[in-house]
């Protein structure tokens, strides 16, 4: 059973798990997931994941896998082994490759949501044809996203920007999560293209992944419920 039903995902964005755990000591592992992704992974390794496990959290291992499906398919099995929630791999590795990892999740009740990723969304139209990429981004979203759920993948990672014409093409089991979140007049950071919880929902997301937002905030746990209280306010 996952251990929140919480939409909100906070990006563990560390070099070391003490920050980490700094922070984590300070959440509610019923009001939030977390999502631990490469920095964080390759310095404190798989040991900081199980220690976020073990604290009750549902975790999103954030390291976008892509390898020949073998490969791919053991690192799978490997995540969840360590209880993570949900992890990905990128939808460009290819059916088989896709289709490998789903197999290794297994297809236990309580198996880890596996997403893909379909194109990075710092890759602009210049980067996207220098790889030999033809027509559109937004048409190669789509369609990797397509072939994601046809290779049996719970969901995609997508922009804000993208989530209304993804939840056009797939019904709400297909999970969307999105990041580049951010609350009505917050500090945009580096992100370019944001949007605030309330609306990111209302446009088809199932889960936001956000950072700074609440891990830079003085007090993060009510950074926390001010991104709930819009969230709720949004609903009623
Ligand atoms: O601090 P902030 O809310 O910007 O953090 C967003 C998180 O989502 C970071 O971990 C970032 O790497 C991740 N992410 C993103 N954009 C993507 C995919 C992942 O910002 N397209």
């Known amino acids: 059973m996952p251990a929140s039903n919480s939409p909100i995902i906070v990006a563990l964005d560390y070099a070391n798990a003490d920050d980490a755990l700094a922070l984590t000591d300070q959440l509610d592992p019923s009001r939030c997931r977390l999502k631990v992704g490469k920095e964080l992974f390759t310095h404190a390794g798989p040991h900081a994941v199980s220690m976020l496990v073990n604290q009750g959290f549902d975790v999103f291992l954030d390291l976008k896998y892509h390898d020949i499906p ?13 209880g993570v929630w949900m992890l990905n791999v990128h939808a460009l590795g290819g059916q088989a490759m896709m289709q490998a990892a789903r197999k290794a999740v297994g297809a236990a009740p309580d198996r880890p949501q596996l997403i893909a990723v379909t194109l990075l969304t710092s890759m602009d139209q210049t980067t996207f044809e220098q790889l030999g990429m033809q027509g559109s981004i937004n048409d190669s979203v789509l369609r990797l996203a397509q072939l994601s759920a046809d290779s049996g993948l719970d969901g995609v990672v997508c922009s804000p920007q993208e989530t209304a ?8 089991k297909f999970q969307l999560i999105t990041p580049g979140i951010r609350p ?53």
């Not at 053991?74 to 082994?81: L, M, Q, S």
């Not at 014409?165 to 709400?172: G, N, V």
Request: with cysteine; glycine share 6%; charged share 20%.
């Open 184 to 236: 009505e007049n917050g500090d945009q950071g580096d992100q370019h293209r944001t949007m605030t919880p309330a609306a990111a929902i209302t446009a088809g997301s199932n889960y936001l992944v956000i950072g700074r937002p609440i891990t830079a905030a003085s007090d993060p746990m009510a950074a926390l419920s001010e991104i709930e209280t819009c969230l709720i306010a949004d609903n009623t």
């Open 165 to 172: 014409a993804l939840r056009q093409q797939h019904d709400d």
């Open 70 to 82: 073998n490969t791919v398919a053991k690192a799978c099995a490997a995540a969840t082994e360590l």
